[in-house]
């Protein structure tokens, strides 16, 4: 158990509608990141959030947004939902910002769009 | 832009062999990770290497930093069953940003 906790675990949804994707970060840490992984594709970074902020952004379409809370909780906001958009979507946390810093990941969200 | 490169995409080997994977950047990296994650799990942290050079050890798995600090490998010496998964590197990029390979996966042939 990472200490990263995401909700849900599944989600399955039809196609134009929107959804919300949540992560709390373990004990502690002020960074969270959100990647999505599809079907032999990898690990795609989306976005990074640093105490609140916006700290660097990845290939995140227009379509999602996200933001992390005072309570250092994110939410990962996908909308007009598209079949590609089924994934399996991770959030992951560590204590700062910086490449050197240790990812913890949390088990993650699927996602299917039907 | 920058890209970290791994091959293979897939290895299979016999239980008891070698396997080794790698991982190469077009451009030099501070420090590189490396992250395994098993079949329906999330990727979980293996190690970090720093120094140009650096070779780091885990029981049956050993992982080493190029000269040129631009490629990176992770050996596993006789493979067991646990060892399956897919096995990522991750070299930083601009503002803070990690950037993962596409992975490596390693099926084990009992």
């Known amino acids: 158990d990472s200490g990263v906790t995401q909700t849900p675990k599944h989600l399955i949804t039809a196609t134009g509608q929107r959804v919300t994707l949540r992560c709390s970060p373990r004990s502690g840490d002020l960074s969270v990141y959100w990647y999505q992984q599809s079907l032999d594709q990898g690990l795609q970074f989306l976005i990074q959030?640093?105490?609140?902020?916006?700290?660097a952004k990845g290939n995140i379409l227009e379509r999602f947004s996200a933001q992390q809370f005072p309570d250092l909780h994110s939410e990962l906001n996908l909308s007009s939902l598209e079949l590609g958009d089924s994934a399996l979507y991770f959030c992951?946390?560590?204590?700062?910002?910086?490449?050197?810093?240790?990812?913890?990941f949390g088990p993650g969200t699927r996602l299917t769009v039907l | 832009g920058q890209q970290v490169m791994q091959i293979p995409q897939y290895q299979h080997v016999q239980e008891g062999e070698d396997f080794t994977t790698y991982c190469n950047s077009s451009t030099t990296l501070s420090n590189i990770q490396w992250y395994k994650q098993r079949p329906g799990g999330h990727p979980v942290f293996l190690i970090q290497?720093?120094?140009?050079?650096e070779v780091k050890k885990q029981k049956r798995l050993t992982f080493q930093f190029g000269e040129a600090k631009k490629n990176s490998s992770l050996h596993i010496t006789a493979t067991q069953t646990t060892d399956v998964g897919t096995y990522f590197c991750a070299g930083p990029h601009r503002d803070d940003k990690i950037i993962f390979g596409k992975g490596t996966r390693l099926h084990i042939l009992p």
């Open positions: 290497l720093v120094k140009s050079g």
């Open positions: 992951a946390s560590s204590v700062a910002t910086g490449a050197r810093n240790t990812q913890y």
């Open positions: 959030y640093y105490n609140g902020e916006e700290r």
